[in-house]
Structure formats: structure tokens, C-alpha cells
């Protein structure tokens, strides 16, 4: 177990995965993306749900990986756009909760934590827990529905700010970051 996990975490790929990423992307899509909207007047809900897309779109060359890890063929090239259509969906509603704790937090901190805890954990892989555990069926499923009524009874008030301000503009990061 602890050499697995000092080749994951000390390697030049997981430095890449755990470090690197997401730390240029929250500050490219939360710190640069959401002050360009803020900046043009656009709401926060449009900036919630629309500038995640960029974020969703920039994991779909994932794609080209795949098909060549698969063998450069049809079946390969199906894999391939099957599973970037499915993580660019998936990081697209994830850019929308972190854009969401940006907003809500004026801090690129809780989204950083969320995106190298995201990157960790990696993707729901419900059906092969299903397959894996069929006699743990309920339970899997239980948990799972727990997990995301407590994730949405939480959000609001863990995000809470301090004092009367719970919305601030992206721009904020940046007058933080010059000044």
C-alpha cells in the first residue's frame, strides 16, 4: 500500500494529476474565465451554467489517448468518443460546482480541494461495483443516494461566508492577486 501510493503521488504523472491540473485549471476556468463573464455583466447563475463547458470541453482530447491506447481502430475510435462524451459531461457538471464554490467562497482555495480530491477519488464506478458485489446491490445503491442528498444539504451552509457577503465577483481574485 505505501508504495502504491508514493509511485501514484510522486511520480511525474501524479504530481501532473494532483497538483499541476488542478491548480492551472482552477485558476485558468474559476480565477480567469468567471472574472472575464463577471467583468461582462454576466450573472452568476449564466457564469454556474455556462462556463463550465469550457472546462467540460478542454478534457474531451482525453479522447485521442484513448483511441490510441485502444489500437488506433473503429472499435477504438467508438471507446474513444463514448468516453469523452461521458467526461465531458462529467467535468462539465463538476466545473459547475466548482465554479458555484468559487462564487459562493471568492476563494480558489474549496475549489482547488475539490478538483484534487475529484482527481483522487476519480469517477463513479457504480456498475462495477454492482457487478463486483451483486449481493451488496441495496447497499451500493443506498450509499450512493445517501452521498449525494448529504452533498446537497451541505453545499449551501458549508459554503457560507462569514459576515454579509456570500456572493463576490471573480474579479476580486484578481485585485487580491495584483495588489
Not at 136 to 160: C, D, H, S
Request: hydrophobic residues 45%; aromatic residues 14%.
Amino acid at each position: 500500500m505505501q508504495r502504491d501510493f508514493t509511485d501514484v503521488f510522486y511520480s511525474l504523472i501524479g504530481f501532473r494529476n494532483y497538483v499541476w491540473d488542478p491548480l492551472t485549471e482552477e485558476i485558468v476556468f474559476r480565477g480567469c474565465v468567471l472574472a472575464v463573464y463577471a467583468m461582462n455583466g454576466v450573472s452568476r447563475g449564466k457564469m454556474i451554467a455556462f462556463a463550465p463547458l469550457a472546462f467540460g470541453l478542454a478534457h474531451f482530447h482525453h479522447a485521442r489517448e484513448t483511441y490510441n491506447r485502444l489500437g488506433k481502430n473503429k472499435d477504438a475510435l467508438k471507446r474513444a468518443l463514448l468516453g469523452a462524451v461521458f467526461q465531458t459531461a462529467y467535468t462539465t457538471v463538476f466545473g459547475a460546482h466548482t465554479s458555484y464554490l468559487f462564487l459562493r467562497t471568492s476563494s480558489i482555495l474549496p475549489p482547488l480541494t475539490a478538483h484534487i480530491f475529484c482527481n483522487i477519488m476519480g469517477m463513479p464506478q457504480i456498475q462495477d461495483e454492482l457487478r463486483r458485489f451483486p449481493k451488496k446491490r441495496t447497499q451500493i445503491r443506498t450509499a450512493y443516494i445517501v452521498g449525494i442528498l448529504l452533498f446537497a444539504g451541505t453545499l449551501v451552509p458549508w459554503t457560507k461566508s462569514e459576515g454579509s457577503v456570500y456572493w463576490r465577483a471573480p474579479t476580486d481574485f484578481w485585485k487580491a492577486l495584483t495588489e
